[in-house]
T-cell receptor, first 115, second 113 residues
Framework: AAGVIQSPRHLIKEKRETATLKCYPI?????VYWYQQGPGQDPQFLIS???????DKGSIPDRFSAQQFSDYHSELNMSSLELGDSALYFCASSLDAPGERISNTFGSGTRLTVV | AQSVTQLGSHVSVSEGALVLLRCNYS??????LFWYVQYPNQGLQLLLKYTSAATLVKGINGFEAEFKKSETSFHLTKPSAHMSDAAEYFCAVSLNQGGKLIFGQGTELSVKP
């Protein structure tokens, strides 16, 4: 079965640089979520999209932005990177439709290291 | 508002012993509850979920959890631990089955031979 695909798996950036993370949800899933997991921390919700529209916003810094495209893939753009942005970034997709509900299914994550 | 508290950041059991990982939730509406497992440097895998259909939920790898409204708990158990169960376990709550997840702090399970 198709899973959530994230790229790249690993990314090393310098302070003040920009990073773009990509997520390809499971086909037919209507919602995409982004989570950030710092070292030894629990995942924290950043932002979500339902049918290509932003549906909810969590603790996402103003330096970050995200969007979902017509093919349903999503990108998380991170600018002016700081050391504290080093974390594992997860994308998850879900389906919440009448008669069919599928919980958050996670990708393998992108490990971002800011040096 | 919803929140989850996992009691014990680290639990150690012997192989073959009972596994009990504790999770208490707070929610102003009937919650959807989840347990996820995370192996080192990997993503989060769904173990099981409570969606109000049955209070005792069976998941993968022999794990199960019981929803107790009176105790606002959703503890995860496994009768006999296996070495391969060593991982980080996260309890999470959501407003609906496909909604954003609010995670607990996680419990690291170690299994001794």
């Amino acid at each position: 079965a198709a899973g959530v695909i994230q790229s790249p798996r690993h990314l090393i950036k310098e302070k003040r640089e920009t990073a773009t993370l990509k997520c390809y949800p499971i086909p037919r899933h209507d919602t995409v979520y982004w989570y950030q997991q710092g070292p030894g921390q629990d995942p924290q919700f950043l932002i979500s999209f339902y049918e290509k529209m932003q549906s909810d916003k969590g603790s996402i810094p103003d330096r970050f932005s995200a969007q979902q495209f017509s093919d349903y893939h999503s990108e998380l753009n991170m600018s002016s990177l700081e050391l504290g942005d080093s974390a594992l970034y997860f994308c998850a997709s879900s389906l919440d439709a009448p008669g069919e509900r599928i919980s958050n299914t996670f990708g393998s994550g992108t490990r971002l290291t800011v040096v | 508002a919803q929140s989850v508290t996992q009691l014990g950041s680290h639990v150690s059991v012997s192989e073959g012993a009972l596994v009990l990982l504790r999770c208490n939730y707070s929610s102003s509406v009937p919650p959807y509850l989840f347990w996820y497992v995370q192996y080192p440097n990997q993503g989060l895998q769904l173990l099981l979920k409570y969606t109000s259909a049955a209070t005792l939920v069976k998941g993968i790898n022999g794990f199960e959890a019981e929803f107790k409204k009176s105790e606002t708990s959703f503890h995860l158990t496994k009768p006999s631990a296996h070495m391969s169960d060593a991982a980080e376990y996260f309890c999470a709550v959501s407003l609906n089955q496909g909604g954003k997840l609010i995670f607990g702090q996680g419990t690291e399970l170690s299994v001794k031979p």
